[in-house]
T-cell receptor, first 114, second 112 residues
Framework: NAGVTQTPKFQVLKTGQSMTLQCAQDMNHNSMYWYRQDPGMGLRLIYYSASEGTTDKGEVPNGYNVSRLNKREFSLRLESAAPSQTSVYFC?????????????FGPGTRLTVT | GQQVMQIPQYQHVQEGEDFTTYCNSSTTLSNIQWYKQRPGGHPVFLIQLVKSGEVKKQKRLTFQFGEAKKNSSLHITATQTTDVGTYFCAGRNTGTASKLTFGTGTRLQVTL
């Protein structure tokens, strides 16, 4: 099992450019999440998908959109990148309720917006 | 909205010293989880606490959940250089089963 995979690993964008961050999991998990991590801020939830076909806003959704393409894949789109979106982005997934419901994280995408 | 704070933000210890990080939530939690993130890596799940006053141990790590289920702590006995990283607590509220709110993290540096 690969677990949670993310592409790309690194990306540099100019202000105003758009891009999609890809995330996939092969653990048959129902829930998937997108976080951003900035120094001293911990992990902040951008969007999540509790199950296939549903998505909900997290703490910092402005400037982002998501698509839960199927049970395996959850993508994050930046329509018009801004320097404030420079961050490390982590995708995570978790198994159904009844387990520990711990989250499994991907390796992250390091995004710089100039 | 719910806030989860951790103190200290950073701690530097000599190998063999003990270390404790504290986690405080603005709301009552249904459970709390702890994660470790090595430098340059991604968060990795360590443990979950569910019951009021619960204490769990993993080798040199001791985790506690407060009686009021609003605070938690992680204590490491006799730190080693392999303990270096950032430790996050993450709380879940009743009724928001899918979501975790992560704390701000405590970065631990251990030197010989």
């Amino acid at each position: 099992n690969a677990g949670v995979t993310q592409t790309p690993k690194f990306q540099v964008l100019k202000t105003g450019q758009s891009m999609t961050l890809q995330c996939a999991q092969d653990m048959n998990h129902n829930s998937m999440y997108w976080y951003r991590q900035d120094p001293g801020m911990g992990l902040r939830l951008i969007y999540y998908s509790a199950s296939e076909g549903t998505t909900d806003k997290g703490e910092v959704p402005n400037g982002y959109n998501v698509s839960r393409l199927n049970k395996r894949e959850f993508s994050l789109r930046l329509e018009s990148a801004a320097p404030s979106q420079t961050s490390v982005y982590f995708c995570a997934s978790s198994p159904p309720l009844g387990h520990f419901y711990e989250q499994y994280f991907g390796p992250g995408t390091r995004l710089t917006v100039t | 909205g719910q806030q989860v704070m951790q103190i200290p933000q950073y701690q530097h210890v000599q190998e063999g010293e003990d270390f404790t990080t504290y986690c405080n939530s603005s709301t009552t939690l249904s459970n709390i989880q702890w994660y470790k993130q090595r430098p340059g890596g991604h968060p990795v799940f360590l443990i979950q606490l569910v019951k009021s006053g619960e204490v769990k141990k993993q080798k040199r790590l001791t985790f506690q959940f407060g009686e009021a289920k609003k605070n938690s702590s992680l204590h490491i006995t006799a730190t080693q250089t392999t303990d270096v990283g950032t430790y996050f607590c993450a709380g879940r509220n009743t009724g928001t089963a899918s979501k975790l709110t992560f704390g701000t993290g405590t970065r631990l540096q251990v030197t010989l």
